[in-house]
Nanobody
Framework: QVQLVESGGGLVQAGGSLRLSCAAS????????MGWFRQAPGKERECVAA????????YYTDSVKGRFTISRDNARNTVYLQMNSLKPEDTAVYYC????????????????????WGQGTQVTVSS
C-alpha cells in the first residue's frame, strides 16, 4: 500500500507558474505508475499527466501540452507537476494517484485504474 500527500498548490496570476509535489510512502514507489488529475467544480475528474515508473514515458492531456511537465524522483519517492503559463481554466483541485505496475513504460489516464489517491491541493489561477 502507498500513501500520497500533495503540496505546492496556491493562488497565482494567469501566466504564472506553480510546481506541485506528491510525496509517497512505501518502499516500492519505484514500481508505481503515477498520475496527476484535476477536478473543477461541476466537472468530471480528468487526467492532466501521467508517468510510468521508469520515468521515460509520459502522457499529457491536450490542454496542458507544452505548459505542464510531469517528472519523478524515485530516490525521493516524489512525483512533480511543473505548471507554467497557467490559465484561469487550470483552476481546480489537483490530485496525484498511484497504481502498481510490472512494466515501467506504462502510464494510465483512466482514474478508475488508480487505487491510491492523495487528498488534493487547490490551484487557483486569477485572470
Amino acid at each position: 500500500q502507498v500513501q500520497l500527500v500533495e503540496s505546492g498548490g496556491g493562488l497565482v496570476q494567469a501566466g504564472g507558474s506553480l510546481r506541485l509535489s506528491c510525496a509517497a510512502s512505501g518502499r516500492t514507489f519505484s514500481r508505481y505508475a503515477m498520475g496527476w488529475f484535476r477536478q473543477a467544480p461541476g466537472k468530471e475528474r480528468e487526467c492532466v499527466a501521467a508517468i510510468g515508473w521508469s520515468g521515460s514515458n509520459t502522457y499529457y492531456t491536450d490542454s496542458v501540452k507544452g505548459r505542464f511537465t510531469i517528472s519523478r524522483d524515485n530516490a525521493r519517492n516524489t512525483v512533480y507537476l511543473q505548471m507554467n503559463s497557467l490559465k484561469p481554466e487550470d483552476t481546480a483541485v489537483y490530485y496525484c494517484a498511484a497504481v502498481y505496475t510490472m512494466i515501467g513504460s506504462l502510464w494510465y489516464e483512466n482514474a478508475g485504474t488508480y487505487p491510491y489517491w492523495g487528498q488534493g491541493t487547490q490551484v487557483t489561477v486569477s485572470s
